[in-house]
Each structure stands twice: as structure tokens, then as C-alpha cells.
């Protein structure tokens, strides 16, 4: 029994570091205002560049580094549209994740499964430091011993993080204060671009080690439902990446049983969309949107 | 020197028209390079895919066949969206149109077809109207933004088809998760003769002339481009702006989940966790390329039924992916929202500051 | 923070006398200020007033970097100063509290006053907090560094831009209208706040007001804007308060010449407000009576901010009364709901004239708007008659426009046409009319007066809000003239004379 529960809380911890990357990178874009429904694209994208970089050159490292490019690429183009141009957030976000996700396959196929074949590459493997809970990929300790901090750090004790919340909360004020509102919101939908990438190479490079149709499944949309659960606030919306985490992990471990075959785990599946249309449905007028969700911004 | 964008005040005709034709000219560029990587010929790949579905019978009857469903959801997405309701769920209101439809499917046997045909139509217009309501309501009352709630939803219909598919619907003959075969008084008669074309063709056109009508020249419609357009003044004229979004965001529901019977009833005939191939996502794809017009929307949807097809002849007879039409329709997207946009604007080379 | 940025030796010297010279500036076809020039000094408190629209905000925020001017130029002891954002203002020493705080809701105080100067790694709260604490100390302007903005009332979140502005070294402060938005006794306290800043500091204060009684507590200078020029500009001491009213409200003796003769009331008042109350945190109203008959124009006249706004919002149904009653018609309202009181008949043109109209539908779209139902069959709308109701408007009420031109093309005098029309097409018992004529040209203030005359002398009941006195003198049968949230007098309009009413305006009764 004991030794399953590690199972489970290790299989947990491999489920929620893409999550986790996606949804601490989706929470800077949002804290500057700026919704980016590109995340399950760029994580799309940014998967299929780096497995495919990795397999070409024999480099699992040189795969990260293509996929966070991607990553950067695929922010710049929406940074565009939406600030630059201030095109509607959720055309230009779901526009930038059909087309990742359409120019993924259609490269996948003249690259490599023309011939019926499938790309994989040797992944990283888990460093163990003694038993099931503590043999995780090295992606997996850097999130959550370096990035999370650090993106705390960012948030709540830099300059560029204060910058950040500002020109997400009141663009006019930051402006006056001599902000770039511009400048500010690039870098923040930059930063979450490359954590979204991040994610995204982590599932092809490290936790699968190869690259299939809808390989990333709707794991953005998970990473956006945490950002909302968690009311843009980093604890919080770590505590729902290890909640859903722990209950997929736990079901998958139940499905090997033959006498749970029947249930519908899909229920489970559908637990952080649901927690989060129930969360903020009790919440009522009191959800902590950040001041300007949505709202581009153009001096007058 | 930097560049700053500013508002344009005046605009020749001309410029519209031509940076529509710049995004296009980029979109053929692009597809063009990876048609190029793919080996094919992208003169030849462009021919198929855009001209051949046009020059035989079964070329054109399949693309308006894949361009049924697209007519749903981007009547559903361009009258939401004159209203200013962000609806980014067509997709899960199409899905929960699909249980409806299915779950009458399955269930009435002996009904004649005068009342299967309708009631099925019915069930997947009440189930896309009863998904679009709960964030419609948080929208109205609470005032909580619809585009990730709508967004959100999606996900959960397509695991409720999957767990309904893997648990009570599994298919009873085959075991596969796919529902049984509707009954044949629910399915929606052909109506093109020795094609596949279906009534479901004729419903979409019927909602889009409707939608144009309601739009443009009704009171309710011309109400709901008030509140589309300026929410504040209308509620200055006394128009009673919830209200509208609430009714217009069931209406958008309702039109999707018709679309996701039309689905079932018209070409699957029964419930696959493949029923939807997105048609919701590309519905905001062929809304906002018609600019919301639902005329518009009626010919970008048969344009990219005929791109689906095309793109498959495209592949079996130049061995480049099939996805590539998936390509072509996002690029197309992402540039011409880019040139509604500057064809607003001017740039403007300033001084850089020291 | 970047005190050492500020010119001039900041708190301990005198710092450079700044002029403005010649700044005029338009917004597109309205002019806000036309070749005007005003100098600051050190350690004086100057006041700035006028009416609402006579461009004392315009010229401060340009002072400030946040407009640039068409013309004219800003000099400190005779060295140009390049102005082009609020950055190089607080560099050369100035500062601003505008109206609408810019302080970031959901951040703490000290954040807030980090943002300015926060460079992109080094984010040190605990020097800004020591900071905060020794600037609050020395200017007297107690905050707690760590609560978050939204939590405090108005007036600390006030003390916080103040500070704010003063840590950032200047030497000028300017304050848009600062009491405006408190209660009596934390005006008192602001007002000390202004009297220390200018005698311990040598801080240069320039106060934007229209309130006579805190500009004679506090200011030495006052100068007097009316429609985009200084009319006047004299220490206090030297100038009576009646003499600042007349000023700022001008003396355009041709337009009170026009004058309506008295006329008779008849029958009963249409509409009449029964001791009406309203308890906001600010301003609200108090035991507000008045009455209104049919074919008569009652004018509301009263220093901006004075319960004006707040009568309007109780008319539109859009703020609740607490106390009294609305009759129309001899029917008490239950309720002062927008719907209830456009049922009664009562129609309502309001003060922003871009907040009524949909600048993207057509002109005989926006005609129609707030009566489309009578304009439809159950199937479609009458677009014939949309189009015929449309044309007779725009001869009637000589629109330069086409039916089908988008409204947001027009221009503001045409835009307001349409929105009269819209207003007395609907035949209302009672038109409420708030500003008809702000921003407008001449032209079309005349054309625009005289359609309210006559609507009235059609038999429309007219409440006419004005802050042009010109124009409530010209119009109005009778003007009831507002102080602190009351009617303080009711005037004939025939016998009224700008001296009554400037001493109505001033909380002066006899």
C-alpha cells in the first residue's frame, strides 16, 4: 500500500510539471493583462520542434533549446497581434494554437511518418535519489526547486514583476509612472511563452520520448483552467496542478485494477474544468481578475 | 527611428481589399514552402486543393458535405460575437448537441420519421443551448468573462461523450466505444440524390438566412448590434442589455448544438469521440474571416469544405499531408486579422528618445 | 527614490519660478486653450479656476507631460523644458495628483511608489518602505507603507499620490480638484496639508478648484479660466468672491439681454420632486424640492459639484433616493428606475454625449433606439418609416447628415441634434437636459438653445442642468440654484440677475 501511494505521488509530480510550467507561464501573461489562448499551441509546437530537433542532431539539448525558440517565436507573433495590434486576445490565441498545432502535423508527416514510421529519441532519464518519490527527471526537480521559486521571486520581489502587475492592473497609472506598458507586456507574454514551451518539451523529451497526434491533449486548457483556480496566486494554483495531478495519477493506478474497469474516470478527468466554472460561480463578483484582462492598451 | 502605429483618419478603398489580398498572398507563401518541404508542387498542390473539389460531382457534393457542420458553428460564433459575447464554446455546445441527438437516436425505434427527424433536431438545439447556459448566466449575473468558461466546457462535453462511449453506449455488437447505429426514423434524409449531401445542408442555410434576417432587420436584431457595439449607450436607451446577451448566447448554443445533430443524425448515424473534427474552433476561424456577416460565413465555411477536400486529394495524389488545409485555414487567419487591423492604421517613423 | 532628479534645490532653497507661455491646444474641432500663459513660483500656493471645460485640467496636464500642446512653451527661470511625458516632468521637479488617482487598486502603498522608480532586478521594498516612513514623517502625511490601495478610504489613497509626487522630489505640486472627492472634515485636513507644504517646504502648490471658500483659505494666487483663456489673474486678497463668480462664469450681457419674459404658470407641476434625499459618502442631496410645469424651462444653476450630477442621476433612475419622493403626473414613482421614469414620460438627454450614442450604428439607427419596437412588426423592422422618421428629424432639426451615415462620423453639434431628436420625437411630459451645450460651437449652441425653447413652448416640461450660466439666464423661466446638495433658492428667471444668482452660487441667502 505504502509503496503504491509512492507510486502515485511520484507519477504525480512527473503529471504536473508540464502543468505546472504551462500554468505558472499562462499566470505572467495574465498578470499583465493579457489572455494567451495560444498556450496549448505553443506547448504543441513547442513538443513536436524539440523531439524533432532532438531526433535530427542526436541532442536532447539541442531539442530544448529549438523548442524554447519555438516557444519565443509563437510569443512574438501573438505578442504582436495582441499588443502591437490589439487584435481580440482569444481570436489571435486560439488562431496561434490551431496553427502550431496544424503545422506540427503537417511537419510530422513529411518528416516522419510519411513512410507509416514515429519519431522518438532516447529521453532523459529519471535521476533517483531513493525510491518511487524522489526518481523524477531532472525537468521535474528544476521546476519545482528553481522555477517556481524563481518565478516568485519574479512576481513578488522584482522590479519587472512589479512592472508586470501594474500595466495588468492599471495600464494609464503605470504609464504615468513611466512604465512601458508595451514593452512590459512583450517580455511577459515572452517569459510565458518559454515556460509554456517548456512544458511542452518536457512531455516528448523526457516523460514519452516520442511525438503523437494530440500528444498535448488539452493540457493547456488544463494549465488555463489552474491559472484561474489558483486566483492568479502562485501557491494556489500549485496546490490545483498536485490536486489534479494526484487524482489522475491515483485513477490511472485504479484502472489497472480489473475491478474498477467500469467506472468513469473521465469524471476525474473533468475535475479541474469543473472545479474551476464551480469556483467561480461561488465566487460570484469577488473573482480577482487582474484590472485589465483583456483590455489592449492605447494612450490617448 | 521607430515605428509607432497611429490612427489612420481617412482610408482610399482600396486599402481594405488589398491587405485582405496581402494576407492571402502570405498564406499562399507559407503553405507554398511547406507544400515545397513536403516534395510536392505547390502549383499543382494549390490546384487540388482549391479547384479539382469544384470540377467533379463527388468533389463538390463531399466539400458541402464538410462545410454542413462549419455552417452551424459559424453562424453560432458571428451572432454571439455581433452581440460582444465571446463564446469560444461552439465546440462543446456542438459536442453536447451530438449526446442529444444521439440519445434520441438510440432510444426511439419505432417513431415514424415525421417526428424522429424533428425531435432529434430538437434534443441537439435544447442540449447546445443548455451548455451554452451556465456561463451564460455567470456572464449575466455575476459578470464573470465568458471566454474561458465557454472555452472550458469544451474539454468536459468531449469526456462526457468519451465516458458515455466507454461506459452505457458502448457499441452492443462490436464492443468498440462507439454508440450504435441510430434508429433510421431519426436519421436526416439525403436530399441530393446518389450523394451524401443531407437535409442538415439545408437547415444550416435556412439558420443563416434566419440569422441574416434577425440580424439585419428585425427590432431584436438591431438591439443586439446596439449592445454588440456600444453596451453602455444601449443601456442609456433603456435596451435591456443582459437580457439580450443571455438570449443570444442560448440562440448561439442552440445553433451549434443543431449542428452537432445534423452530425449525428446526417452523416455519422451514430456517436464517435471523432464526431467533432473541431468544426467549433473552426468556426471562430470562418466567423471572424467573414468579418461576422453570416452570408460570409455561409462562403468561407463552403471554402473551407472545399479546402478539407481538397487537401485529401491534394495528399493522395502528391503524398504531402493531409493537415495542410488545417495549415492553410489558420495562417489565413492569423494574417487577415493582422490586416483588418492595420488597415486601420498608419505607421508612423518617430525619433527615437536618447 | 530619484529625489536627487528634481532642479533646483528642492526643500531646502528656492526653486525657479516656472512659465508657461502661449499654449493653446485643440481636440479636434473644440479649443481648449487658446494662447494662454500663467507663471508659479515657489512657496505659493496658485489657484486655478473655472468651470468645467474652460481648460484649467487641459493646461495642467500638459505642464505635467500627459498632452502636448499645439503651441507655446514652458520656461524655469528662463531655460526651456522639454515636457513630452510625466517622467521628464518629475525630473524637472513637477508633480500631479490628477482627479482619477493613477495608484495600481490592487497593490500595496509602498509597491505603488516603488513602480517609479523600479528598475528590472533590483526591487529593494524594504528601502522604499524606510523611505515612505521618513517622507511621511517630515511632510506629516502618516500612511501605512503596507496596505493595499483599494482598502483605504479616498482620502488616504489621496495622501498616497501626494506623497507619491512629493518623493519624488518635486518642487511643484499640482492637485486637479482635490476636495472634490472628500467629506468636509478630511477637506479641512487637506487644506492644512496644502498650508504646511507651502511654508515648510517652499513647495509650489497649484490647486485646481471651483470652490470659493477653500481658494480664499488657502490660496495666494488665483487666476480665473473661462472657455480656454485667463480672464484674470490677482493675489486673493485683492478680489471679492462675487467678483471670482462673475469671472468664471462670465459676462456675455448680449445673451442675458434675449431673455424669455416671465411667463404664467398654469395648471399643475408635471413633474415634482418632494423632498429628495441621497446619502453617498460625498456631496448626495438633501431635502431637494422643486417642481416643474408644463411649457416651463427650470433651470439648475450651482457651482460644479454641488449635488448637480447627483439630480440628474436620481432623474435617469440611475442613482436610488433615500429620502422623499418623484411624482409625475400627480403618480408617485415606487421606485427611480431608468425603465419607471421612461414610462412616466420622462426623457433624459445626458452630460456625455459619446455615452448615448453608438457610434457604429447609423444615424436612423441611433433615432430609433430607445423605441425600436414601435418600429417593427413582429417579423421585421419598418425600415421605411425608420427612414421617413429619420429624414423629417434631419429637416426638422436641420442635421447635416445622411440616414444612413455612421453616427460617430458627425460632428459634436450634429451628434447632439440627433440625440434631441431622439429625445423630443419620443414626445416626453418631462425632458431632462444636462450640458446640451458643452463643447459646442457657437452655431450650434444658439441652434441647440433654441430647439429646447421650443420643445418647451410645445408644452415639454424642461429641467435644464447647466454649468454655462449664460445659458441658464438665457432659457430658464425660473433658476433654482444648487449649494451643497440643496436648493439653496429658487429665482424668476426674468428678475434674475447674475448678481442674485452669483450669491445664491456662493451659500450666500439674506
Not at chain 1, 519574479?154 to 519587472?160: D, T, V
Not at chain 3, 524594504?126 to 517622507?135: D, M, P, Q
Not at chain 3, 502625511?141 to 483599494?150: G, R
Amino acid at each position: 500500500m505504502i509503496e503504491v501511494t509512492q507510486e502515485i505521488i511520484g507519477a504525480s509530480l512527473r503529471i504536473a510539471t508540464p502543468l505546472a510550467l504551462a500554468a505558472l507561464g499562462e499566470l505572467v501573461t495574465e498578470k499583465s493583462g493579457v489572455l494567451n489562448l495560444g498556450v496549448e499551441g505553443i506547448m504543441y509546437g513547442s513538443a513536436f520542434v524539440g523531439i524533432a530537433t532532438a531526433a535530427q542532431t542526436g541532442s536532447l539539448t539541442t531539442g530544448l533549446i529549438a523548442a524554447l525558440v519555438t516557444g519565443a517565436a509563437a510569443g512574438l507573433i501573438f505578442a504582436f497581434l495582441t499588443v502591437t495590434l490589439g487584435v481580440n486576445q482569444h481570436v489571435a490565441g486560439l488562431g496561434l494554437t490551431l496553427f502550431m498545432i496544424s503545422f506540427s502535423n503537417s511537419a510530422n508527416r513529411i518528416m516522419f511518418t510519411a513512410d507509416g514510421g514515429q519519431v522518438s529519441v532516447d529521453p532523459w532519464r529519471p535521476f533517483n535519489f531513493g525510491g518511487p518519490i524522489f526518481s523524477q527527471y531532472w525537468i521535474t526537480y528544476a521546476t519545482f526547486l528553481i522555477i517556481v521559486p524563481l518565478t516568485w521571486w519574479l512576481m513578488r520581489r522584482s522590479g519587472l514583476g512589479l512592472k508586470i502587475r501594474a500595466v495588468g492592473e492599471n495600464p494609464e497609472a503605470a504609464d504615468v509612472a513611466g512604465i512601458n506598458v508595451t514593452k512590459t507586456r512583450y517580455t511577459a507574454i515572452l517569459i510565458g511563452s518559454l515556460y509554456m514551451a517548456a512544458g511542452g518539451a518536457f512531455i516528448t523529451l523526457a516523460f514519452v520520448g516520442s511525438f503523437t497526434i494530440n500528444i498535448i491533449n488539452g493540457r493547456g486548457w488544463v494549465a488555463l483552467a489552474l491559472v484561474i483556480f489558483g486566483r492568479w496566486k502562485i501557491g494556489r494554483l500549485l496546490a490545483g496542478a498536485a490536486l489534479f495531478s494526484l487524482v489522475n495519477a491515483g485513477q490511472l493506478q485504479l484502472r489497472l485494477l480489473p475491478s474498477f474497469s467500469d467506472v468513469p474516470f473521465e469524471i476525474l478527468l473533468a475535475l479541474p474544468y469543473l472545479a474551476v466554472i464551480v469556483g467561480l460561480a461561488v465566487s460570484g463578483r469577488n473573482v480577482p481578475y487582474p484590472g485589465a484582462y483583456l483590455k489592449p492598451y492605447k494612450r490617448h | 527611428m521607430k515605428p509607432r502605429f497611429a490612427l489612420r483618419s481617412s482610408m482610399p478603398w482600396w486599402r481594405g481589399p488589398a491587405l485582405i489580398a496581402a494576407a492571402a498572398i502570405v498564406t499562399f507563401l507559407l503553405s507554398a514552402i511547406v507544400i515545397r518541404w513536403a516534395g510536392g508542387d505547390p502549383i499543382s498542390a494549390f490546384r487540388y486543393m482549391f479547384i479539382s473539389p469544384l470540377q467533379t460531382k463527388f468533389g463538390f457534393t463531399e466539400s458541402i458535405l464538410s462545410a454542413t457542420p462549419l455552417v452551424f458553428t459559424g453562424a453560432a460564433v458571428a451572432i454571439a460575437f455581433r452581440a460582444g459575447y465571446w463564446n469560444i464554446g461552439a465546440e462543446g455546445q456542438l459536442l453536447a448537441g451530438t449526446i442529444g441527438a444521439t440519445w434520441i437516436g438510440i432510444h426511439a425505434e419505432s417513431l415514424p420519421a415525421i417526428i424522429g427527424v424533428p425531435l432529434i433536431l430538437l434534443a441537439g438545439m435544447i442540449c447546445g443551448a443548455l451548455w451554452a447556459l451556465v456561463p451564460a448566466l455567470l456572464r449575466t449575473r455575476l459578470g464573470i468573462d465568458e471566454v474561458v468558461t465557454t472555452l472550458l466546457l469544451n474539454p468536459i462535453a468531449l469526456l462526457i461523450i468519451s465516458g458515455l462511449l466507454n461506459g452505457p453506449w458502448r457499441n452492443s455488437e462490436t464492443g468498440f466505444p462507439d454508440s450504435d447505429v441510430i434508429s433510421k426514423s431519426t436519421q436526416l434524409p439525403i436530399i441530393w440524390p446518389g450523394t451524401r449531401v443531407h437535409l442538415g445542408l439545408a437547415i444550416g442555410v435556412v439558420i443563416i438566412a434566419l440569422c441574416w434576417w434577425y440580424v439585419g432587420k428585425m427590432a431584436g436584431g438591431l438591439k443586439l448590434r446596439a449592445v454588440g457595439m456600444s453596451p453602455g449607450a444601449a443601456r442609456i436607451a433603456g435596451l435591456p442589455v443582459e437580457r439580450t446577451l443571455l438570449i443570444t448566447a442560448l440562440v448561439s448554443g442552440g445553433i451549434a448544438g443543431l449542428g452537432g445533430s445534423s452530425e449525428v443524425a446526417g452523416v455519422a448515424h451514430q456517436l464517435t469521440t471523432g464526431i467533432s473534427s473541431g468544426f467549433g474552433y473552426t468556426g471562430v476561424i470562418v466567423a471572424t474571416l467573414a468579418a461576422l456577416s453570416f452570408i460570409g460565413s455561409l462562403c468561407i465555411a463552403l471554402l473551407f469544405g472545399v479546402i478539407t477536400v481538397g487537401s485529401f486529394s491534394a495528399s493522395r495524389a502528391l503524398q504531402i499531408p493531409s493537415t495542410i488545409g488545417e495549415f492553410v485555414q489558420s495562417v489565413l487567419l492569423l494574417t487577415v486579422v493582422a490586416a483588418l487591423v492595420i488597415q486601420k492604421y498608419r505607421v508612423v517613423w518617430t525619433r527615437g528618445k536618447k | 527614490m530619484n529625489s536627487h532628479e528634481g532642479v533646483g534645490a528642492t526643500h531646502g532653497g528656492t526653486a525657479p519660478s516656472i512659465f508657461l507661455r502661449g499654449i493653446s491646444k485643440a481636440f479636434g474641432e473644440t479649443i481648449a486653450l487658446s494662447d494662454v500663459s500663467l507663471d508659479l513660483r515657489a512657496g505659493e500656493v496658485h489657484a486655478l479656476l473655472g468651470e468645467n471645460g474652460a481648460g484649467k485640467t487641459t493646461l495642467m496636464k500638459i505642464l505635467y507631460g500627459l498632452t502636448q500642446p499645439d503651441t507655446g512653451l514652458i520656461e524655469a527661470d528662463g531655460v526651456q523644458l522639454t515636457i513630452n511625458s510625466p517622467r521628464d516632468a518629475r525630473a524637472a521637479g513637477i508633480g500631479m495628483v490628477t482627479q482619477h488617482f493613477s495608484l495600481v487598486k490592487n497593490m500595496t502603498v509602498v509597491e505603488n511608489i516603488a513602480l517609479a522608480s523600479a528598475s528590472t532586478f533590483s526591487l529593494d521594498l524594504g528601502v522604499v518602505r524606510k523611505e515612505i516612513k521618513a517622507a511621511s514623517e517630515r511632510f506629516g502625511l502618516e500612511v501605512s507603507p503596507d496596505a493595499v490601495i483599494s482598502t483605504l478610504p479616498v482620502a488616504l489613497q489621496q495622501r498616497v499620490e501626494i506623497l507619491k509626487a512629493l518623493m519624488s522630489g518635486c518642487s511643484y505640486l499640482i492637485l486637479d480638484e482635490p476636495t472634490a472627492v472628500l467629506g468636509p472634515q478630511d477637506i479641512d485636513s487637506l487644506l492644512d496639508v496644502i498650508k504646511r507644504l507651502r511654508s515648510e517646504s517652499g513647495i509650489g502648490v497649484v490647486l485646481i478648484s471651483h470652490k470659493m471658500a477653500e481658494i480664499e483659505q488657502v490660496a495666494d494666487r488665483v487666476s480665473v479660466l473661462r472657455r480656454g483663456k485667463v480672464v484674470s489673474s490677482s493675489s486673493v486678497s485683492g478680489i471679492s468672491t462675487q467678483e471670482l463668480i462673475g469671472l468664471m462664469m462670465g459676462t456675455d450681457e448680449v445673451a442675458v439681454a434675449q431673455r424669455r419674459t416671465s411667463k404664467q404658470l398654469v395648471g399643475n407641476p408635471i413633474l415634482a420632486l418632494n423632498g429628495v434625499g441621497v446619502n453617498i459618502e460625498m456631496g448626495g442631496l438633501s431635502e431637494v424640492s422643486l417642481d416643474v410645469h408644463p411649457g416651463e424651462i427650470v433651470g439648475i444653476a450651482g457651482v460644479s459639484g454641488n449635488g448637480q450630477a447627483e439630480l440628474v442621476r436620481v432623474l435617469s433612475g440611475t442613482l436610488a433616493i433615500d429620502k422623499g419622493s418623484i411624482v409625475v403626473e400627480g403618480n408617485t414613482l415606487g421606485k427611480n428606475s431608468p425603465q419607471s421614469l421612461m414610462r412616466a414620460g420622462v426623457g433624459m438627454l445626458g452630460e456625455d454625449r459619446h455615452a448615448s450614442a453608438v457610434h457604429a450604428l447609423q444615424v436612423m439607427e441611433n433615432l430609433v433606439l430607445d423605441c425600436i419596437d414601435s418600429f417593427a412588426t413582429r417579423f421585421q423592422l419598418k425600415q421605411k418609416e425608420i427612414l421617413q422618421h429619420c429624414e423629417s428629424a434631419i429637416a426638422q432639426f436641420e442635421i447635416k447628415t445622411t440616414p444612413k451615415q455612421a453616427l460617430g462620423t458627425l460632428s459634436g453639434g450634429n451628434m447632439q441634434k440627433v440625440l434631441l431628436a431622439r429625445l423630443f420625437s419620443r414626445k416626453p411630459k418631462v425632458a431632462i437636459i444636462s450640458q446640451p451645450t458643452r463643447g459646442l460651437d457657437v452655431m450650434a449652441t444658439r441652434y441647440v438653445r433654441s430647439l429646447i425653447m421650443k420643445a418647451s413652448t410645445e408644452g415639454t416640461a424642461v429641467l435644464l442642468v447647466s454649468e454655462d450660466l449664460d445659458e441658464v439666464l438665457e432659457i430658464a423661466d425660473r433658476v433654482a440654484v444648487m449649494y451643497r446638495g440643496a436648493v439653496i433658492g429658487i429665482v424668476d428667471g426674468s428678475t434674475a440677475t447674475r448678481e442674485t444668482i452669483g450669491q445664491l452660487m456662493a451659500g450666500i441667502t439674506k
